[in-house]
């Protein structure tokens, strides 16, 4: 499929929010009790934490919740203090950073302390883009425990239509990727426990018609945050204990229906690459290492 060709100017919507969009702190705090990590280790088959929490099972706490009537076409909240103000817009995740600096742990009382780092345009295969990294910062008792930035990308929905003729990415060769260190099944049950645990209501993991009609993808999308904690299982496997540094991509969707298989490859006794593949497309790649790294001036 031929990309459009791009125009001299990102679209005026986009070109305002960068020059104006300027959201303050947004502070959320709750106690971390044990039952939602209970559920989140039976919908990933893995051992529920009994103290420490691994990195990114903060996923299923401090989640807003949003009257049916707050939300938007797709499932999004219309308004929130890190989503910029776009009609119609289509959003998607692009992938992240997570710095543990000491681990969340079960029955400790967290503050979450979100910012909007950076808002910058792009022009993709699809038309231009508006990529928006969030900061999570968590905090027990003014302590840094954890670090968690996101990319998340929006897009116009009249480039969203230009995919109402999917094409699948092309197959990338996993011949030298090895067995897979873990396997997921995702279907239709899987991803229904993952947005209840989550409050997503995103319509592309539930509901068919949207997804294939709006979207233009061929069948119910897996949750970028559920690949990334494959990932890390698949990380936590391979070093034994789980990652204090990971920075991880989307790069392809991951479907319903068929299996996604988590390879890992070492790269020293600290750190190790992982791939999510199915179909023999790679969706995710992800770097893992137990060895910490050294916190930016903004973070510490």
């Known amino acids: 499929m031929t990309e459009p060709a791009a125009t001299a100017e990102p679209p ?3 070109r305002d929010v960068v020059d104006h969009w300027r959201p303050g702190p947004q502070v959320d705090e709750d106690l971390f009790g044990a039952w939602p990590t209970r559920a989140l280790a039976a919908v990933l088959d893995a051992p529920a934490p009994a103290d420490a929490l691994p ?8 989640r807003a919740a949003h009257r049916p009537s707050d939300l938007g076409a797709d499932g999004h ?22 710095t543990v600096t000491a681990p969340l742990r079960l029955g400790e009382t967290v503050r979450r302390t979100s910012t ?16 928006v990294t969030e900061r999570h910062r968590f905090t027990v008792d003014g302590e840094l425990r ?4 996101r990319d998340i990308v929006y897009r116009l929905p009249q480039d969203v239509s230009r995919r109402s003729t999917y094409t699948a990415p092309r197959p990338t060769a996993d011949a030298d990727l090895g067995e897979p260190v873990l396997t997921y099944h995702p279907d239709e049950r899987m991803l229904f426990q993952f947005s209840a645990l989550t409050y997503n209501a995103h319509r592309i993991h539930y509901d068919f018609p949207f997804t294939t009609a709006v979207e233009g993808h061929p069948h119910l999308l897996v949750h970028g945050p559920l690949l990334a904690l ?4 698949a990380a936590r496997r391979t070093l034994g ?8 991509r989307l790069v ?12 890992v490859t070492p790269v020293d006794a600290d750190e190790v690459s992982v791939r999510a593949m199915q179909r023999g497309r790679c969706c995710l790649t992800m770097t893992a290492s137990t060895a910490a790294r050294r916190p930016t001036e903004s973070e510490g």
């Not at 392809?252 to 390879?263: K, L, M, S």
């Open 241 to 248: 204990h789980p990652a204090v540094a990971v920075d991880y």
């Open 252 to 263: 392809a969707p991951a479907y319903c229906g068929d299996p996604v298989t988590f390879h």
């Open 230 to 233: 494959g990932g890390l299982e």
């Open 77 to 98: 909240p219309l308004r929130d203090d890190l989503v910029p103000d776009l009609a119609n817009r289509r959003r998607m995740f692009g992938g992240g950073r997570v």
């Open 12 to 14: 005026e919507a986009f």
């Open 116 to 131: 909007v780092e950076s808002v910058t345009t792009r022009h993709g295969r699809s038309g231009w883009l508006l990529l």
């Open 55 to 62: 990195p990114l099972w903060h996923e299923v706490y401090l």
């Open 146 to 149: 954890v670090t968690d930035e």
